[in-house]
């Protein structure tokens, strides 16, 4: 199989991880990032298309609610592996690559506030601290204060603040 459709890569990158470890599944996860964004893009593009062509409102409506429901599908699968790649670096210790990953993930999907918390993460362990500290803020002031989220960012402040 040549060129298996997206969402074949990304269930391969899956059963790897299921099977081997997350590790295994980097090369299929990254295979699917490739394709997930070049899928992101088009959608933008047809998005874009559809505002400048569309002549009757009805078409334009219907058209459009049609494409902005691939762009958030595409959008929330593309965070959803870049979430995974971000892991499987971090967790190897390769903490630089796996901050691009979750940077590119929030600027896909701002409303993601939990990313800050990895994202801050990521900042401490590269010995950024205001970096770090920024990120946590961010979560504190805008996530839900409820739940192991909070707990979380608190704990995560807390260390940073210590040097741990």
Known sequence: MKNPAPDAIANLGDLESVLNGPPSAEPHYLEYLKLARRSVE????????????????RTFEATMAAVERKLASATDKTVEVLIQLALINFNRGDFRPALDFLVEARKLDPKRQELHLNIAECWARLGNKQEALKHVDEYILTAPQDGDGTRRAYKLRTDILRGA
């Open 42 to 57: 088009e959608w933008k593009a047809r998005r874009n298309e559809t505002i400048e062509k569309s002549s009757d409102r």
